[in-house]
Each structure stands twice: as C-alpha cells, then as structure tokens.
C-alpha cells in the first residue's frame, strides 16, 4: 500500500507535507476531497480522521497521523530536513511555527467580501507581517553562512516551509513579497531548484486556496 494524504481540493494545510514527500521522491496518493462551501469531508474520509479533521496521512502498514504539523514533521525527519542537533531542530520548530502564523494573519483577510474593507485590511496585514516576520526571516538568512538557509548551511524543512508560505500568500493574494527581499528570493529560488519539488510546482492541480 502506498502512504494516502487526505486533504481538500487545496494547498492549505497539507501542501508542506507534499512538498517534502515531492523532494524526496515518494510516491504517494494525494486524496483531495471537494473544496465546496461550506467546506465538508466526505463521511468515508472523516470515519478515518481521529479528530474529526484534515490533513490525515495513512502509511503504508496502515497506521494513520493527524495534525498537520506532527505529519509534515514526521516525513521532514524521516527525509533528513531536521536537523540531529537538538538546538537547530528547536529553531526549525521556531521558525516553522512562525510561518505558521504570517499565513494565518493572510488567511484572516480571505473571506472579506467587502472590497473597500479587504484593501484595507490587505494593507495593515502587509504592514504588520513586513515588520514582524518577512524583515526578521530576511536578516536571518542575509546573515546565515551561505546565504541561501534558515538554520545552518543545509536544506532543511524550514527552507521547504518558508518558500512554500511565500508562494501560498503570493499565489492567493496576488502579491510578489520577493521583491523586497533578496535574500528570501535566494533561499526560495534554492528551494525551488530541487527536482522533486520543481517536479511539484508544474504538476500540482491549480486551486484557489
Ligand atoms: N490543528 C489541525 C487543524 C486541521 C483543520 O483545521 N482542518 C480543516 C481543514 S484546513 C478541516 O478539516 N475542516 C473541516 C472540518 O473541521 O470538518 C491541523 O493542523 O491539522
């Protein structure tokens, strides 16, 4: 049995584990399931989920992980994207974690439906995430020993997490935030060299979210 990935018909919270599996060139069956509103998982899917949501992997002997984190983690160690020291993978953890919330502070705006409102929430977001996140994950790399990673001079899921945050938020909200960051745009264009992730990128089913 190949590893299934249950997720909606999106990037959301399942894409970093496809990216990983992507670069290390596991086959696996991604199961997206419709992205209609109000957003509801088939009852053969959620009979599997054991708390009731997606992302949910299901490995080849069968045992199953939930939470999107303790999955993409799980394959990030089992590729080697983690790294052995105990300090670096904490700051991996750290910045991942953080990621996390920029795109969360993006997705707040998503379902504004009043235009007027949404530009300008698009812009204190801009504004807030610039300073609190994009600038501080600029000066980071900027400084790094190679110019190109988060946490020493190798790949690992940090890199994957970060570019594919970046790419998220621009792809959905229309917006390039390399622009103002070279040193981001070189970690990103790294990222993106891998094969399997490359691979990926074309491949992947165009979705809105
Ligand atoms: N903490 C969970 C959150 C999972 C989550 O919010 N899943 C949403 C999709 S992004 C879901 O399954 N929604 C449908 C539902 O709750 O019935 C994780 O990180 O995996």
């Known amino acids: 049995m190949s590893i299934k990935l249950y997720y909606f018909d999106g990037r959301g919270l399942a894409e970093p584990t496809r990216w990983i599996l992507a670069y290390a060139g596991v086959e696996f069956e991604d199961i997206r399931a419709p992205l209609d509103l109000p957003v509801t998982i088939p009852p053969e899917i959620k009979a599997k989920c054991t708390w009731g949501q997606v992302p949910l992997v299901e490995l080849?002997?069968?045992?199953?992980?939930?939470?999107?984190?303790?999955?993409?983690?799980?394959?990030?160690?089992?590729?080697?994207?983690?790294?052995?020291?105990?300090?670096?993978?904490?700051?991996?953890?750290e910045y991942v974690d953080s990621i996390r919330e920029f795109m969360q502070a993006w997705y707040v705006i998503t379902h504004e439906k009043d235009p007027e409102k949404k530009q300008e929430k698009r812009q204190e977001v801009l504004k807030s995430t610039k300073q609190r996140f994009f600038d501080v994950f600029e000066s980071i790399v900027a400084k790094s020993s190679d110019g190109k990673h988060l946490v020493g001079n190798s790949l690992t899921w940090a890199d994957i997490y970060l570019t594919h945050g970046l790419n998220h938020v621009g792809l959905v909200h229309e917006i390039d935030l390399l622009n103002d960051y070279p040193a981001l745009k070189k970690l990103s264009e790294n990222v993106l060299q891998e094969k399997g992730i490359q691979a990926w990128v074309q491949k992947r089913p165009l979705t809105k979210f």
């Open 60 to 93: 080849e002997d069968g045992k199953k992980i939930a939470q999107s984190l303790a999955i993409t983690r799980y394959f990030a160690k089992k590729h080697n994207l983690v790294p052995e020291d105990l300090y670096e993978a904490a700051v991996c953890d």
